[in-house]
Nanobody
């Protein structure tokens, strides 16, 4: 199975942008549906965006639609999350995750990265 390593987090002012990357090890990355999740202090980890294994299906939660963009490059074994117009409420630890099988929302992910902190100051 793949192993996942996130990068690209940091401190940014409200209205700014960040691009998160998630690099996967192994040769089977293209078989995995990928997701970005986030967990704010004292809250549960929530789904932000997902992309199917070949990139033909994408889903965003309402709170990030029009601001965030998920993409993947299977040749580079990497999935990205471009975050624009950031708000203080986007502050969280962001995790990427992988799963095989059904893309359907609600089917759990079983491979997780270690997370990267995103802090948006007001």
């Amino acid at each position: 199975q793949v192993q996942l390593v996130e990068s690209g987090g940091g401190l940014v002012q409200a209205g700014g942008s960040l691009r998160l990357s998630c690099a996967a090890s192994g040769r089977t990355f293209s078989r995995y549906h990928m997701g970005w999740f986030r967990q704010a202090p004292g809250k549960e980890r929530d789904l932000v965006a997902t992309i199917s294994s070949n990139g033909d299906r994408i889903y965003y939660v309402d709170s990030v639609k029009g601001r965030f963009s998920i993409s993947r490059d299977n040749a580079k074994n990497t999935v990205y999350l471009q975050m624009n117009s950031l708000k203080p409420e986007d502050t969280a630890v962001y995790y990427c995750a992988a799963k095989t099988g059904l893309f359907r929302i609600g089917v759990p992910y079983d491979i997780w990265g270690q997370g990267t902190q995103v802090t948006v100051s007001s």
